[in-house]
């Protein structure tokens, strides 16, 4: 991988890491097309994922200030330990444990068997459509401080669905949330903040894990340009995002999401770009 692909890649991680549509799903397909043809890998896509969770940081800077003061300071009585903001940090760190656990027990998997593009094109038809149902369906009613420890729960395993490539982050969290009964808006805003641990936690392990592994086929230099890129992109697409579900539905990611998802079921069919 030269630095080239890697900023392309870059751009396509913060493009699309926040839509319902898969970054991971994106990278491994845009990677196949690439000069090299490789698949980035799991540790490439983690690693860049830190940008653009930077980005998040960012964007809902004083949110998590306040949630990360409120926790602590219940912790010494400080504050009351159902404040609002306290019990988000709470909320987060149960949120957590799922993609925690999974992603420990199916490392080996997540890295290889998962990333097949034929199991990339399903996930993206099957949780298009699911995405699709949810925000037909669901209620719209609840706000965030209306968020139980269950739903918490919830939330947090419908996130380690995204281990696997074409199932989306943002997509599976907010899809829950919609089953659930929350607004887009606050669905997509706990998804977001959820993730944080998770993305940050992936992100560093893979960088001390890989960094310096002469085997891997992407450089640390061209690996840190990208997640610069992605990071600067990401910012954009949070907003847009953010502004786009408060005045419309997700109609236009789940038809995107089927058609991408037949279209490389086809050129797999068809012998065009390989399954592994």
Not at 5 to 17: D, F, R, S
Not at 200 to 217: A, E, I, M, N, V
């Amino acid at each position: 991988m030269n630095l080239l692909e890697a900023l392309i890649l870059g751009i396509v991680q913060g493009l699309t890491e926040f839509l319902p549509i898969s970054s991971s799903a994106h990278l491994r397909i845009v990677g196949t097309f690439l000069p090299s043809g490789e698949d980035p890998g799991a540790a490439f896509t983690a690693i860049t994922q830190i940008g653009t969770e930077a980005a998040v940081v960012v964007f809902f800077w004083r949110d998590i200030v306040r949630i990360i003061t409120q926790w602590f300071r219940s912790l010494t009585g400080k504050a009351p330990r159902n404040d609002p903001d306290a019990r988000m940090g709470w909320l987060i760190i149960l949120g957590s444990i799922p993609i925690v656990v999974l992603g420990l027990l199916f490392q080996d998997s997540i890295e290889t068997v998962f990333r097949s593009l034929w199991i990339v094109a399903i996930m993206l038809i099957v949780f298009g459509v699911l995405l699709g149902v949810a925000d037909h369906v669901g209620a719209k009613r609840r706000k965030l401080d209306q968020l139980t420890y269950g739903h918490g729960a919830a939330f947090g395993f419908a996130q380690a669905l995204a281990l696997v490539p074409g199932v989306s982050r943002s997509g599976g969290t907010i899809t829950m949330g919609l089953f659930l009964g929350y607004e887009r808006a606050a669905a997509a805003r706990y998804a977001f903040l959820l993730a944080i641990p998770a993305v940050f936690g992936s992100g560093f392990y893979q960088l001390f894990k890989h960094g310096g592994d002469p085997d891997q086929h992407f450089g640390l230099g061209e690996t840190f340009a990208a997640t610069g890129v992605a990071f600067v992109v990401a910012l954009g697409v949070i907003a847009f995002f953010m502004n786009w579900i408060s005045k419309r539905s997700f109609l236009p990611f789940v038809i995107y999401r089927v058609l991408l998802g037949v279209v490389l079921i086809v050129l797999l069919a068809t012998g065009v770009v390989p399954a592994v």
